[in-house]
């Protein structure tokens, strides 16, 4: 639904928040006066006269001209004839309303935070009299309404104590109205009461400098009340306030645990932890709850000598009653705390001293403190949005980036951000967090301060390490634990744990306060940082072939780039032979970027690509062969590279791009002298014969070619193992589709031997093969044990994005939905990440809807089908599209829905009844169903037909639909239904049986 926003500017937002504009600010006034008044039905003579102050032919046209700007741009808001205009209902949401709606009910926050400005402030001086004093009466009205709402907050905030609240609604309250005598007095009162009455005679100086406080009797008796409070009670505040702070609820809890406990005996806490960690707010907000409770709050300022005798007369001051006596307190000034509470009157009273971990210990373990409250860092995404709800100038990339940044720490958070805004800095791009942090830390005093305050308890080794781990690269922190043991450096990554420096994601240890890590790292000269990348190479190029590719990059770091390319080629085609395309594509990238040399980028460039498309990532390695096909030179080269760009246009199921390398492919070929590669070719060149073959004649033409050309693969074809195995798999699933599961095993064993010349990548084809072979002969055990003793490759490759697809599926043929529910969303995220094609998404949704609906969530199952049917336009190139429509038809069968029903029907007519594979029995079986009653005997027979197609292809989906048949059939069902049933239970899908029986149920 659109909104109309009105406060501060006036602005239509879409449902996702994004802007509609309109061409001029009168056609904005327009919309904004239609909105105002919706139960209106306006004459257009009188709008144009409103706007554009006049009845003439002009003034119409105005009109019109920017009735068709909102109706094209915002959307059918209007009704609009040759002498009217009304606004339709329900259509676009107006914030005034809201505003007002909250006034009414007395929600003074929401009026409060949606009066961000002047009503429509930028739609002044149209030179329109009518629509000016329309505009001026509404925006008076909306200031006396958020007038009277802070004043409101502003008397609640302060019955209840709360004065950092009483301050922030006094505050607007003077800014909407600088002669506000008691919103003067309102802020003056609550800063005394917060403990700055400095700031509170500071502000009545400027009131009396500006010349009109003389008559303001209350603003000066509050002034000399002030100046008598600065000399007592509130002696010294060390730290900023800030705004109000959440997460510290359980340290807030304690503290008045033991106001509640104060007795006799003296409480003596310690609050720990680094600057900025809200230590100091969360003690102002305990000092209130002691003022509330009729107790006396005393601040001791730090860093006096006399701390001691200062301690002694705060304690005598106000002997007997309720007392918070706030500290700076090291080693030291809790033994002096110690020795002033023998001495004097010490009951009821409460000690809370700011301090140091290592102090803390200290004082702990001598005895000195009855307990520790410890402020650790908040987690980043809290910390953001304090930061964010702090100060709406901060937008929220910048708010998660300086949390990032500060390592949880709110207070280094929000001064980063007040750096970036007073200078407009927004931190973007890859390096932007390093980049925002040098920024904030050279621009503000408070930063660096703030940061030396993190750096100051490390000792000289832990900084060491920590500038070590900064400068590595990301990947070299997977193997931090190798590094440090070659630096014999345990004991400070130890210490560093300990405080809180180090934190591990999924094994990769990273350093919490990033931006003191980056101060730490830009302080050591380009020849230590070179040293650093040179020490961590030399240790990882002893590990495995991740940490080898690692020490390439960390070779690239320190500047040894021919080095670097070298190791980086060599790990990636290893990383490739092994079938660990995400090492390779690591390695392979770091030897793209140090190639000093065409034909270096060349060798590269191919390796990197081959290493993208085993991953799926096709966008990719195109993007990688274009940027080297301009220098490739004509012959083997500029042939290699179009064999890649053939295959990844392939992969990708690009038509027009399947096109074009095809024709680019049979240039390059020409000019090929390499044997192998001229065998590669000439098979893609058959594939994509194969997949734009029109006729069927032309079709079967095409891939005999195939099967003859897959009988040459010999030794020296591995190089090209990809070409050959997807020549394989698309001949393999051709003669699955079209002929009989008998000729694809055939298939399987004749090309067997020569497949096995190729390596990794041909093993995962057969094993792909036997699959499906298992599963379409209903041997659901074996091709589940298939799987299971597959070795997985890393989940960044695309043959792990199968193998999550398969052992989706055939979990759900077993009857384990949960767990192929569970499979098969982990495959979907992976096709996502992957650039998978549409074909392998659509298939994972078609198994996870199938899941859901024999599961009985039905309402999840149609979320799915509605992912695969949601663009109608687009089906015949989704091949699972009639199975999905199967399924939203036996939905709307559940449902009694016979539209619906009637719709799914249409859809199917020209569809193949379970011809095949791919659970197309789905179609049969909706179709079916959806028959008369009368009509059963027809329905019974038409499933047997299809279950008769479908046998020699896919016996598991046979015998379903002879199942299936059998609930359709009298109890005395024919023999081969009975077989079925027993087929199916020994192949351990015992449950569609007893799925099919309930079904039949419910529908008679």
């Given amino acids: 639904m659109l909104t109309l926003r009105c406060f501060g500017e006036v602005t239509v937002q879409d449902a996702r928040g994004l802007r509609v504009s309109l061409r001029s600010r ?31 032919r002009k003034a119409r ?17 209007l009704s ?3 002498h009217s205009v009304r606004l339709m209902p329900n259509r676009i949401g107006y914030e005034l309303d809201r505003f007002e709606k909250a006034f009414q009910a007395r929600d003074h926050e929401t009026v409060i935070d949606l009066y961000r400005g002047d009503f429509a402030p930028e739609l002044a001086n149209l030179g329109a009299d009518g629509f000016e004093r329309w505009l001026d009466a509404e925006r008076e009205r909306c200031r006396v309404l958020v007038t009277l709402a802070l004043r409101n907050a502003q008397r609640t905030a302060e019955a209840s104590g709360d004065w950092d609240q009483t301050c922030l609604a006094a505050l607007r309250l003077v800014r909407q109205n600088e002669f506000d005598e008691e919103a003067h007095c309102a802020l003056m009162r609550g800063l005394c009461m917060k403990g700055d009455p400095a700031s509170a005679l500071a502000h009545y100086k400027a009131l009396r400098d500006a010349g009109w406080v003389g008559e303001a009797l209350k603003l000066t008796e509050l002034a000399e009340w002030a100046g008598g409070e600065s000399g007592s009670r509130f002696l010294a505040v060390h730290e900023p306030a800030e705004a109000r702070l959440s997460g510290r609820d359980d340290q807030f809890r304690r503290l008045t645990e033991a106001l509640r406990s104060a007795g006799p005996v003296p409480v003596r806490i310690a609050l720990v932890g680094e600057r900025g960690m809200g230590r100091n707010l969360v003690t102002r907000e305990f000092a209130r709850v002691v003022q509330s409770a009729g107790g006396v709050v005393q601040w001791l300022a730090a860093d006096r000598g006399e701390a001691e005798v200062d301690l002694a007369e705060a304690l005598g001051r106000h002997a007997g009653r309720l007392r918070l006596i706030v500290i700076d307190a090291d080693a030291r000034d809790w033994l002096n705390v110690d020795a002033a509470l023998r001495t004097e009157d010490s009951s009821r009273t409460l000690i809370v001293g700011l301090s140091r971990s290592a102090a803390a210990r200290q004082a702990e373990a001598a005895r000195l403190l009855d307990f520790v409250l410890t402020f650790d860092p908040l987690d980043a995404d809290v910390c953001a949005a304090l930061v964010h709800q702090g100060d709406r100038r901060c937008s929220l990339p910048q708010a998660a980036a300086s949390a990032k940044l500060s390592g949880g720490n709110p207070g280094l958070a929000r001064a980063i951000t007040r750096a970036w805004i007073s200078h407009e800095h927004e931190p973007v791009g890859i390096d932007g967090d390093m980049e925002g942090g040098r920024f904030a830390y050279e621009r503000s005093a408070e930063v660096r301060s703030l940061v030396g305050h993190q750096l100051e308890p490390l000792s000289p080794g832990e900084r060491e390490l920590a500038a070590v781990l900064t400068v590595l690269t990301p990947t070299s922190r997977a193997h931090t634990e190798s590094v440090v043991a070659e630096r014999s450096a345990w004991d400070d990554l130890d210490r560093l744990k300990e405080r809180g420096w180090i934190h591990s994601i999924d094994g990769v240890i990273r350093l919490s306060r990033l931006l003191a890590g980056y101060v730490l790292a830009w302080k050591l000269v380009e020849r230590e940082r070179a040293r650093i990348h040179l020490e961590a190479a030399r240790t990882l190029e002893k590990g495995n072939l991740s940490a080898r590719s690692t020490a390439a990059g960390e070779l690239a770091a320190a500047g040894e780039h021919s080095q670097a390319f070298d190791r980086g080629c060599e790990v990636a085609l290893e990383a490739l032979r092994a079938g660990r395309s995400p090492v390779a594509g690591q390695a392979g990238r770091v030897a793209f970027e140090c190639a000093a040399s065409g034909r270096d980028r060349l060798s590269a460039g ?6 993208e498309l085993q991953r799926g990532r096709f966008r990719r390695a195109t993007s990688v062969l274009h940027q080297i096909a301009a220098t490739a030179d004509r012959g083997n080269d500029l042939s290699r590279v179009h064999l890649t760009l053939a295959r990844a246009a392939t992969a990708f199921g690009d038509p027009f791009a399947r096109g074009l390398q095809r024709r680019r492919l049979s240039e390059a070929r020409e000019h090929a002298t390499d044997g192998a590669l001229d065998r590669a070719m000439a098979v893609q060149l058959r594939v994509l014969e194969a997949m734009e073959a029109g006729s069927q004649q032309d079709r079967a033409s095409a891939f005999e070619a195939i099967r003859r050309t897959l009988l040459s693969i010999a030794t020296g074809d591995a190089r090209y193992a990809g070409i050959w195995c997807d020549a394989f798999r698309l001949l393999f699933n051709e003669v699955a589709r079209q002929q009989t599961r008998s000729e694809a095993r055939l298939l399987l064993e004749r090309s067997r031997y020569r497949l096995g010349h190729l390596g990794y990548e041909a093993g995962r084809t057969i094993a792909a093969a036997e699959f499906w072979v298992a599963m379409r002969g209903a041997h659901l055990r074996d091709a589940l044990e298939l799987l299971r003793t597959l070795p997985g490759p890393p989940d960044e490759n695309r043959y792990g994005c199968v193998k999550l697809n398969n052992l989706g599926a055939v979990l759900l043929e077993l009857g384990d939905f949960d767990a192929a529910l569970e499979r098969l969303s982990s495959c979907q995220a992976m096709d996502e990440e992957l650039e998978s094609p549409e074909a392998d998404r659509a298939y994972a949704l078609l198994n996870q809807a199938q899941c859901a609906f024999f599961k009985g969530d039905f309402d999840r199952c149609r979320r799915y089908t509605g992912q695969m049917l949601v663009r109608p336009d687009q089906a015949d190139r989704n091949p699972f599209a009639p199975q999905a429509w199967a399924l939203n038809g036996l939905l709307a069968l559940l449902d009694q829905n016979p539209g619906e029903t009637r719709a799914s029907v249409e859809r199917l007519e020209d569809c193949a009844e379970g011809a095949g594979e791919n659970d197309s029995y789905l179609v049969t079986w909706f179709l079916s169903a959806a028959m008369e009653p009368e009509r059963r005997r027809h329905a019974v027979r038409r499933l047997m037909d299809a279950a008769d197609r479908t046998a020699p292809i896919d016996r598991l989906s046979a015998e379903k639909l002879r199942v299936l048949a059998g609930t359709f059939s009298p109890r005395n069902e024919p023999e081969d239904q009975r077989e079925a049933r027993g087929l199916l239970r020994s192949a351990g899908a015992s449950w569609f049986v007893r799925f099919a029986t309930n079904w039949s149920r419910n529908q008679v």
Avoid: C, F, M
Wanted: zero cysteines; proline letters at 4%; hydrophobic letters at 45%.
């Fill in 80 to 82: 609009v004839d040759t």
């Fill in 61 to 77: 046209h105005s009109l019109s001209q920017a009735l068709y700007d909102i109706r094209s741009n915002v959307g059918p808001l």
């Fill in 26 to 56: 009168k056609h904005t006034g327009l919309l904004l006066y239609l909105v105002a008044h919706p139960r209106t039905v306006h004459v257009r003579d009188e709008l144009a006269y409103l706007l554009w102050d006049g009845h003439d």
């Fill in 606 to 611: 191919l390796l990197l690509a081959e290493a």
